[in-house]
């Protein structure tokens, strides 16, 4: 009898076992669906303030509040909600650091709120949204559950994905070509007085690479800083992430480099470290992030390069189509797994004009269309390989409200804002906002700095959501189909 | 393309800051709240309605009646049948007011689950889970403990994480028992009931028993009100959160009635049937009435 039942027990677990992982496996075919959002960019278009917003409107959704139109209409049936929940997926065993979307938004929400902090590291965070099925029959089989993984990062970062598939040679020949023009030209004085008295023939000297290395890191923080530049390379120089300066990235575009430098020059070493960068950036970034993800936002903050000047805008224009091919292609060896039909193509790419909400309503479409105008050609490259591409014009956080002001004995339409630092509405009128790329005759080569607004009021138990403008057609344009 | 063409109107300004205007731009975001399901408060709703509302204009009619015409005759009969009809009325309120107290009880369970689960907001989720751990105390040694250790709790996922580690075996356990208890009782009484009409009998009523049995391990005080709208949440678990346990569990229960030890143990297969059934629902009820559930 003993064994007999000792038998039975060990059949009974046995059999669930088995039945649980079928039915487990089963479960996640029906219900589950899981998607890795990209949300990239350039430097100080607002990522992590895109990621918190999203976040926290979601989890107020959740909450039964209507913070998402667009959305909550896409969840709406029979004149009710099918949305169940919205939760952040607890921590597990991840290697990545966690995205401080608490950290984040209680900064945003504190009673002097102030905006977060340049992104230093890469994270990640994921949440869940769950709802029932729009069918009735298959509401009987559970719960639709969409899982997004969202990965931070800092947008100096992407930059490099352009640099994957150049050598030294030709990297020193490119990069050198644009600092000889203005405005990098300026920046960049001290270290081009530099080249002139150094060859890639010279003894490898670790002090002179040094020396090199920090004058070119200087030239590059002064075209961010002061000119409002995006497009520089390496990306490391200017964020190293937590490893820090290690000796592999003491090197800079050298003039005159060949392709294959003599053993002990001054050119072979910086061509080693350039390919070790290059190796570490693709192990530790690329190919282990980047890989994989299924839908693509792509932030541009259009605005701030048409007011950066003439040089600033064509230098964001190149850097968005560099980014969408390289992004596109893949690097190296994954391009040809992507041939070999092995990699998910994107599923849907959208291009977000950030901070719209510094410009009227009646400004708007503009900005939309003069993103779409500078993106153009790098969404084609995309269309070619039939990822839906989407424009959009938003401010994940708005910080702003339309009104009307006098200018000139005109009235005009301007936005109101608080100005970080100010205790008052101060209006702002944003001028024209070209619906195309502008003639040259546009430019005044006046550099005008945007004003940053203070965040607007934001309940800090969060169950209101964050004030936003169009972070919903966003949301519903990359994700509205799982939903 | 005109604007274009035309070139930049005005370059952007600033202006000067209203003095009259406001000090903070946001004030007048409060998003609605989404439409909520649709009630459940259908025709047979206004129907059970409208028969109460009958018959307890009807009892109040008539105790009313009753009263007057006692006075009518005595005095003294009159004052009694007040007292007995306030002695009644009384009783009926305080069940009532149980009745009260225990669905928001249940309310509280639901609030904590939402609030573990959605991260939301630590305080609530602190506040709720003392106010649970309170209520759970009663039958669980271990809340105590867990409750001291809440202050320290950051976040609600910490929160959880803590209530899980201390609560969830202890309350995972004392289920199982409740469940185990269920079904060999429930077996037995199929296995001598006198005809199969009867099975499905004895399984209802032993099932109600079992859920108001879970629902008071996890701090719940099911009235009658309660143990109607715990059976519905228990249904929804089965259905939704409990789906894969439950096909599993039916294809062990499939398998495992067919292995020939099984067979010649002196199950019978409808007792069998009817102790598994008991099981599954203590699980599924577990799920509903537990906060530290998905």
């Given at each position: 009898m003993t064994a007999a039942t000792g038998l039975a027990a060990w059949a009974w677990s046995g059999v669930r076992d088995m039945a649980e992982t079928a039915a487990g496996t089963l479960d996640a075919t029906l219900n589950e669906h899981r998607i890795r959002l990209a949300v990239t960019g350039l430097s100080r278009s607002g990522k992590t303030v895109f990621i918190t917003s999203l976040i926290q409107n979601l989890l107020a959704l959740g909450h039964g509040r209507d913070t998402l139109p667009l959305v909550s209409a896409r969840l709406a049936q029979a004149g009710h909600t099918r949305l169940r929940s919205v939760r952040l997926v607890p921590t597990g065993v991840e290697t990545l650091p966690h995205f401080d979307f608490r950290g984040?938004?209680?900064?945003?929400?504190?009673?002097?709120?102030?905006?977060?902090?340049?992104?230093?590291?890469?994270?990640?965070?994921?949440?869940?949204?769950?709802?029932?099925?729009?069918?009735?029959?298959?509401?009987?089989?559970?719960?639709?559950?969409?899982?997004?993984?969202?990965?931070?990062?800092?947008?100096?970062?992407?930059?490099?994905?352009?640099?994957?598939?150049?050598?030294?040679?030709?990297?020193?020949?490119?990069?050198?070509?644009?600092?000889?023009?203005?405005?990098?030209?300026?920046?960049?004085?001290?270290?081009?007085?530099?080249?002139?008295?150094?060859?890639?023939?010279?003894?490898?000297?670790?002090?002179?690479?040094?020396?090199?290395?920090?004058?070119?890191?200087?030239?590059?923080?002064?075209?961010?800083?002061e000119a409002g530049l995006h497009y520089l390379q390496p990306g490391r120089f200017l964020c190293p992430g937590p490893q820090g300066e290690a000796p592999f990235l003491?090197?800079?575009?050298?003039?005159?480099?060949?392709?294959?430098?003599?053993?002990?020059?001054?050119?072979?070493?910086?061509?080693?470290?350039?390919?070790?960068?290059?190796?570490?950036?693709?192990?530790?970034?690329?190919?282990?992030?980047?890989?994989?993800?299924?839908?693509?936002?792509?932030?541009v903050d259009v605005l701030g390069a048409l007011h950066a000047g003439q040089a600033a805008f064509e230098d964001t224009a190149r850097a968005i189509l560099d980014l969408a091919q390289a992004l596109r292609d893949g690097w190296g060896f994954w391009s040809r797994r992507r041939w070999l039909g092995l990699v998910r193509p994107i599923e849907h790419v959208a291009f977000v004009?950030?901070?719209?909400?510094?410009?009227?309503a009646l400004n708007r479409t503009n900005l939309r269309n003069l993103l779409e105008a500078l993106a153009q050609p790098a969404a084609r490259s995309w269309e070619t390989v039939r990822a839906p591409v989407s424009y959009h014009a938003a401010a994940a956080i708005r910080s702003t409200e339309d009104g009307s002001a006098v200018l000139g004995g005109r009235t005009v339409e301007v936005v109101k804002g608080v100005v970080l630092g100010e205790d008052r509405v101060r209006p702002f009128y944003v001028g024209q906002v070209p619906s195309a790329v502008p003639p040259a005759s546009f430019w005044t080569g006046q550099y005008f700095a945007m004003p940053v607004f203070r965040p607007p009021l934001i309940d800090a138990s969060g169950t209101a959501g964050i004030r936003h403008l169009g972070l919903d057609e966003v949301l519903d344009a990359v994700i509205g189909d799982l939903l | 393309m005109s604007e274009v063409a035309s070139g930049r109107l005005q370059p952007p300004l600033l202006l000067q800051a209203e003095q009259d205007g406001p000090q903070a731009i946001g004030a007048d975001w409060n998003p609605p709240a989404l439409a909520a399901p649709p009630s459940r408060f259908g025709s047979a709703g206004y129907?059970?309605?409208?028969?109460?509302?009958?018959?307890?204009?009807?009892?109040?009619?008539?105790?009313?009646?009753?009263?007057?015409?006692?006075?009518?005759?005595?005095?003294?009969?009159?004052?009694?049948?007040?007292?007995?009809?306030?002695?009644?009325?009384?009783?009926?309120?305080?069940?009532?007011?149980?009745?009260?107290?225990?669905?928001?009880?249940?309310?509280?369970?639901?609030?904590?689950?939402?609030?573990?689960?959605?991260?939301?907001?630590?305080?609530?989720?602190?506040?709720?889970?003392?106010?649970?751990?309170?209520?759970?105390?009663?039958?669980?040694?271990?809340?105590?403990?867990?409750?001291?250790?809440?202050?320290?709790?950051?976040?609600?996922?910490?929160?959880?994480?803590?209530?899980?580690?201390?609560?969830?075996?202890?309350?995972?356990?004392?289920?199982?028992?409740?469940?185990?208890?269920?079904?060999?009782?429930?077996?037995?009484?199929?296995?001598?009931?006198?005809?199969?009409?009867?099975?499905?009998?004895?399984?209802?009523?032993?099932?109600?028993?079992?859920?108001?049995?879970?629902?008071?391990?996890?701090?719940?005080?099911?009235?009658?009100?309660?143990?109607?709208?715990?059976?519905?949440?228990?249904?929804?678990?089965?259905?939704?959160?409990?789906?894969?346990?439950l096909m599993s569990q039916a294809a062990a229960d499939h398998v495992l009635n067919g292995l020939p030890v099984i067979k010649h143990l002196g199950a019978i297969s409808g007792a069998s049937t009817a102790a598994f059934r008991l099981y599954r629902l203590t699980q599924a009820a577990g799920q509903a009435c537990s906060p530290l559930a998905e």
């Amino acid at each position: 009898m003993t064994a007999a039942t000792g038998l039975a027990a060990w059949a009974w677990s046995g059999v669930r076992d088995m039945a649980e992982t079928a039915a487990g496996t089963l479960d996640a075919t029906l219900n589950e669906h899981r998607i890795r959002l990209a949300v990239t960019g350039l430097s100080r278009s607002g990522k992590t303030v895109f990621i918190t917003s999203l976040i926290q409107n979601l989890l107020a959704l959740g909450h039964g509040r209507d913070t998402l139109p667009l959305v909550s209409a896409r969840l709406a049936q029979a004149g009710h909600t099918r949305l169940r929940s919205v939760r952040l997926v607890p921590t597990g065993v991840e290697t990545l650091p966690h995205f401080d979307f608490r950290g984040h938004f209680a900064a945003l929400a504190a009673q002097q709120p102030a905006w977060p902090r340049r992104t230093q590291n890469l994270a990640q965070i994921s949440l869940v949204i769950e709802a029932d099925h729009a069918s009735g029959l298959r509401q009987r089989l559970g719960r639709r559950r969409v899982r997004l993984d969202i990965l931070d990062y800092p947008g100096e970062w992407l930059l490099d994905l352009p640099l994957l598939d150049r050598s030294f040679a030709d990297w020193s020949r490119e990069t050198l070509a644009a600092l000889a023009v203005p405005p990098r030209q300026r920046h960049a004085a001290a270290f081009l007085d530099f080249l002139r008295a150094i060859a890639p023939g010279d003894r490898q000297d670790d002090g002179l690479a040094r020396r090199g290395h920090d004058l070119y890191r200087r030239s590059l923080e002064a075209c961010r800083d002061e000119a409002g530049l995006h497009y520089l390379q390496p990306g490391r120089f200017l964020c190293p992430g937590p490893q820090g300066e290690a000796p592999f990235l003491w090197f800079f575009p050298l003039p005159g480099v060949p392709e294959t430098p003599a053993a002990g020059s001054l050119g072979a070493l910086l061509r080693d470290r350039f390919e070790t960068y290059k190796r570490q950036i693709r192990a530790d970034f690329f190919d282990t992030h980047f890989r994989a993800f299924d839908r693509q936002v792509v932030l541009v903050d259009v605005l701030g390069a048409l007011h950066a000047g003439q040089a600033a805008f064509e230098d964001t224009a190149r850097a968005i189509l560099d980014l969408a091919q390289a992004l596109r292609d893949g690097w190296g060896f994954w391009s040809r797994r992507r041939w070999l039909g092995l990699v998910r193509p994107i599923e849907h790419v959208a291009f977000v004009a950030t901070k719209a909400d510094h410009v009227p309503a009646l400004n708007r479409t503009n900005l939309r269309n003069l993103l779409e105008a500078l993106a153009q050609p790098a969404a084609r490259s995309w269309e070619t390989v039939r990822a839906p591409v989407s424009y959009h014009a938003a401010a994940a956080i708005r910080s702003t409200e339309d009104g009307s002001a006098v200018l000139g004995g005109r009235t005009v339409e301007v936005v109101k804002g608080v100005v970080l630092g100010e205790d008052r509405v101060r209006p702002f009128y944003v001028g024209q906002v070209p619906s195309a790329v502008p003639p040259a005759s546009f430019w005044t080569g006046q550099y005008f700095a945007m004003p940053v607004f203070r965040p607007p009021l934001i309940d800090a138990s969060g169950t209101a959501g964050i004030r936003h403008l169009g972070l919903d057609e966003v949301l519903d344009a990359v994700i509205g189909d799982l939903l | 393309m005109s604007e274009v063409a035309s070139g930049r109107l005005q370059p952007p300004l600033l202006l000067q800051a209203e003095q009259d205007g406001p000090q903070a731009i946001g004030a007048d975001w409060n998003p609605p709240a989404l439409a909520a399901p649709p009630s459940r408060f259908g025709s047979a709703g206004y129907l059970g309605l409208g028969f109460g509302i009958l018959l307890a204009s009807w009892l109040l009619v008539s105790v009313v009646t009753a009263i007057a015409g006692a006075f009518a005759i005595s005095p003294g009969l009159g004052a009694g049948a007040t007292l007995l009809a306030a002695l009644g009325a009384g009783l009926v309120a305080f069940a009532g007011l149980r009745e009260w107290r225990s669905l928001r009880r249940l309310r509280q369970v639901e609030a904590l689950r939402a609030a573990l689960r959605d991260g939301a907001d630590p305080e609530a989720a602190r506040r709720l889970s003392l106010e649970w751990l309170g209520d759970l105390g009663r039958h669980v040694p271990e809340a105590a403990a867990a409750a001291a250790m809440l202050a320290d709790a950051a976040d609600p996922a910490e929160i959880r994480a803590l209530l899980r580690g201390r609560l969830a075996d202890r309350l995972r356990g004392a289920t199982r028992a409740i469940g185990l208890r269920a079904a060999s009782e429930a077996g037995a009484l199929v296995a001598i009931s006198p005809h199969p009409s009867w099975d499905g009998l004895i399984v209802a009523l032993r099932g109600v028993r079992v859920i108001r049995q879970v629902a008071e391990l996890h701090g719940l005080r099911p009235g009658p009100v309660v143990t109607m709208a715990l059976f519905g949440r228990v249904a929804r678990s089965a259905v939704e959160t409990a789906t894969v346990d439950l096909m599993s569990q039916a294809a062990a229960d499939h398998v495992l009635n067919g292995l020939p030890v099984i067979k010649h143990l002196g199950a019978i297969s409808g007792a069998s049937t009817a102790a598994f059934r008991l099981y599954r629902l203590t699980q599924a009820a577990g799920q509903a009435c537990s906060p530290l559930a998905e």
